[in-house]
């Protein structure tokens, strides 16, 4: 009894999974894909008719079906284990049905007394293993050591008083206590609770014995950098900008000593920029406002910007510290809207907090605070993450973001699209731009420049080049001249699809740097899944969707929610605000960039009436593209239409990036791993030195079930990395909820350790003057953070992370007595 019900459940599976196969495989073939999908069903239905029929072709035909699939599969793997695994894994277990009792006794008398001879199956399944095996044991990608140059005859710097350690944001410590030799003696030593929930994405600041912290919505800390014993707190009551997963961020703060004959408060201060918009001054040494900085120790950063919506202007990043002055830039919000506030970049005395210089993109020339009546220029391309400084030079290196709206360009401006998504040079003093490079023109990617450009020398044909490395969303890493912005290496400009929108308007050609990218062209092979079901579900979404590349235009092809455009990177990166670290005696980058795309959709009010009540039901009542009325005419004044401020026309396309993931439920990503890199590249000679999966499946795995395999998948990382003088690389970041160290030159895995909760910020070090010791500070949210969003919470936030109340953590490391 028991082994028919078997052998009809297998019955109905082969039947089940076979005509899937056949019809979206079919479907699959007619656009130009695979004909694997389609073959495997035919053969699976041909394999169940003959178990109906009790005959032992059933297993011949299968066995059949494993040999192509183990050939088919080692061809599109190239024998990347993962790639290859999923490929067969599924086949191989439905195999195992064949060499059971069960289907025996369902063969019909005749067959009954003939032996099953299981090296049809065996066969398949040995060299499936051995495939698997010799694949597993490849290793990762290693090329060589890289330049090696003597130690520079300067004092050592042991404290980290910027966000990335120098002006120029290099985070390269220079400490070697820590080292490959020593590393594996590494403890924690102290742990400090913040009492502070929610995000915490803050690279903490070490000057004078005290570590400067700053928590969600502003509040600061400085604790002993010995023992973790706070020392002062100061909470501005800072009030969040919205309900976005940025509405409470602090990224960090800024440290400012003021002259030897400086007589007033607070000789030495810390500043951040908040979330309501202000920019304020703290005692480093009380937490005691600074009252006679600004008014009541702020400066109002809404002054000059006009009327805007709470959340359409506010602060993460820390403001950049140029001698006396202090910069801010600002995060606006970028999405589809017009009209919004201005992206103008100002500084102020970090003494006085008077007003210095402004650059307003949209006003050239004039570098004051805006005349009476007028406002500095709404919707100008922002600066929202950390700018970099070269005192030597006295050039401000600062990274613009796109204009909005997003997706589609066909109103911006001459001057937003001369200006964003480039590294502009601004002169310490004035403000004036002294030079500007562009890494993409037009951008309707949402590919602003997200991270700190990072100063490094680089040995060109025998010269040392002053360089400014610059990460962007796109993988690449754009290597300039910082004295005037020319290329180190070659930069070529090649051309790029073109778009079909009503009224755009894109470049026909981008840049494209020499040095090694990290995201590469996504093949249809490329596509994965945990089984043939969703492997094939994602190929046929993959060739629906409109793909050429990198700069595959945004598109409105469709219906509802149907093709749409890969962004491959999507707009999380390649690299985000965690930019990179350099070892900076050498000239080596080490980078840790994300492998994520997006899958976006443009559609126009016609298509979301047609749709009706299907749009409201995928997309929400209040979703922006259900409630947009495009043919609406345009408010004469705020007054009117307080959601649409300026006049012009209104967009007829509204996007949203959504995750590229599978559709069966299982939570995981529609290509292939890995889904982040660790790696090294040598900026003097262009070589990639060493590549390798970052992070594992120990936090992650299907169905958002976490599974505790420590399968090197390369897992999505917030953050970035922070190198040393002893020859490690550290990065805490990663959804596994571990740090680890890796040797800059080899990439072996030095040590780790298991944190409690996945990090969103970079490591940082410094060495005690008391006792000489070597720190590394990681920090670490509560509740922690998932990508893509919690399905339970529907936010960034893991709903599984321990809440206890006592805020996030500071965990410092150092080696053992």
Not at 226 to 240: C, L, S
Not at 340 to 364: Q, Y
Not at 717 to 741: C, E, K, N, Y
């Amino acid at each position: 009894m028991i082994s028919r019900i078997a052998h009809w459940l297998m019955v109905v599976l082969f039947l089940l999974i076979g005509m899937f196969l056949t019809l979206a495989g079919g479907y699959l073939a007619f656009l130009g894909g695979s004909f694997y999908y389609v073959a495997a069903g035919i053969a699976l239905i041909a394999s169940a008719v003959y178990m109906i029929k009790g005959n032992t072709l059933a297993y011949k035909l299968y066995a059949g079906l494993l040999l192509v699939t183990l050939v088919w599969a080692t061809y599109e793997s190239d024998l990347y284990w993962l790639a290859f695994l999923p490929r067969v894994a599924t086949w191989l277990v439905l195999g195992l049905w064949f060499i059971t009792p069960w289907y025996r006794a369902s063969l019909k008398p005749a067959d009954m007394n003939r032996t099953v001879n299981r090296k049809w199956i065996a066969l398949p399944i040995g060299l499936s293993s051995a495939v698997l095996l010799l694949s597993i044991f490849q290793g990762y990608e290693q090329n060589g050591t890289g330049t090696m140059r003597p130690l520079p005859d300067t004092a050592d710097v042991t404290d980290w008083q910027n966000y990335g350690n120098t002006d120029g944001g290099s985070r390269f410590a220079q400490l070697e206590q820590i080292n490959t030799e020593t590393v594996g003696k590494l403890k924690e030593v102290w742990r400090y609770r913040t009492g502070v929930e929610k995000t915490f994405k803050m690279t903490p600041l070490q000057v004078n014995d005290l570590l400067y912290i700053c928590g969600a919505s502003n509040v600061l800390m400085a604790v002993n950098s010995d023992n973790g014993e706070e020392a002062w707190r100061y909470d501005p009551e800072a009030i969040p900008s919205g309900s976005n997963q940025y509405a409470e961020t602090c990224r960090g703060v800024s440290y400012h000593e003021a002259p030897t004959n400086y007589v007033g408060q607070c000789p030495t201060r810390i500043l951040v920029g908040t979330v309501d918009a202000r920019l304020i001054a703290v005692d480093a040494v009380t937490g005691a406002l600074c009252t006679d900085f600004g008014e009541n120790g702020a400066v109002d950063l809404t002054h000059g910007l006009g009327l805007h919506e709470l959340g359409e202007y506010y602060v993460t990043s820390p403001p950049l510290i140029a001698d006396d002055v202090a910069v801010v830039g600002g995060l606006v919000a970028d999405t589809q809207d017009l009209g919004l506030p201005s992206g103008v970049v100002r500084a102020f005395s970090a003494i006085t907090g008077e007003f210095v210089w402004a650059w307003d993109l949209g006003n050239p020339g004039y570098y004051g605070e805006p005349k009476e009546g007028e406002i500095y220029t709404p919707g100008t391309p922002n600066v929202w993450t950390i700018m970099s400084y070269d005192p030597e030079l006295d050039l401000i290196y600062a990274p613009t973001g796109n204009a909005s709206p997003d997706y589609w360009g066909g109103v911006r401006r001459d001057y937003d699209d001369g200006w964003s998504s480039a590294i502009v040079a601004l002169d310490g003093a004035s403000g004036v731009p002294r030079w500007k490079y562009q890494t993409v023109h037009h951008d309707v990617w949402d590919y602003d420049l997200p991270a700190q450009p990072v100063l490094v020398d680089v040995e060109r044909d025998g010269e040392m080049v002053p360089s400014v490395a610059v990460p962007t969303k796109m993988g690449d890493i754009f290597l300039l001249d910082r004295r005037d912005g020319t290329p180190v290496h070659p930069i070529e400009e090649r051309p790029v699809p073109q778009s079909e929108l009503y009224g755009e308007r894109l470049s026909a050609t981008q840049p494209f740097s020499p040095l090694p990218n990290f995201h590469p062209f996504r093949h249809e092979e490329d596509m994965w899944g945990l089984t043939p079901l969703d492997q094939l579900l994602c190929r046929v979404e993959y060739k629906i969707m409109n793909y050429e590349g990198m700069f595959t235009p945004p598109s409105a092809d469709g219906p509802l929610l149907i093709g749409g455009t890969m962004l491959a990177p999507g707009n999380f990166g390649g690299f985000n605000w965690g930019s990179v670290s350099v070892d900076a005696d050498n000239g080596l980058l080490v980078a840790a960039p994300q492998m994520l795309a997006h899958r976006l959709n443009m559609v126009t009010p016609e298509q979301v009436a047609k749709a009706g009540p299907i749009a409201q039901y995928l997309l929400g009542p209040n979703h922006p593209a259900v409630r947009m009325d495009l043919n609406a005419p345009m408010p004469e004044s705020r007054e009117a239409d307080p959601n649409d401020p300026y006049d012009h026309v209104r967009i007829k396309y509204y996007g949203w990036p959504e995750p590229f993931m599978s559709k069966l439920g299982t939570r995981v990503p529609c290509f292939e791993p890995p889904w982040a890199r660790i790696a090294v590249m040598d900026l003097n000679t262009k070589e990639l030195l060493w590549s390798r999966p970052l992070g594992s499946m120990q936090h992650t795995g299907p169905f958002g079930i976490r599974s505790g395999l420590p399968i090197e998948v390369g897992v999505a990382v917030r953050a970035g990395t922070l190198t040393t003088r002893g020859g490690l690389t550290f990065i805490s970041s990663t959804m596994d909820a571990t740090v680890r160290a890796y040797d800059v030159r080899t990439g072996e895995i030095k040590w780790h350790d298991t944190l409690p909760g996945h990090g969103q910020s970079t490591p940082m070090s410094y060495q005690s003057s008391k006792t000489g010791k070597q720190f590394i500070i990681v920090t670490v949210p509560n509740p922690s953070w998932t990508y893509p969003r919690d399905p339970e919470t529907n936010t960034y936030e893991d709903s599984r992370s321990p809440r206890d109340g006592k805020g996030g953590y500071v965990i410092a490391y150092a080696l053992e007595d």
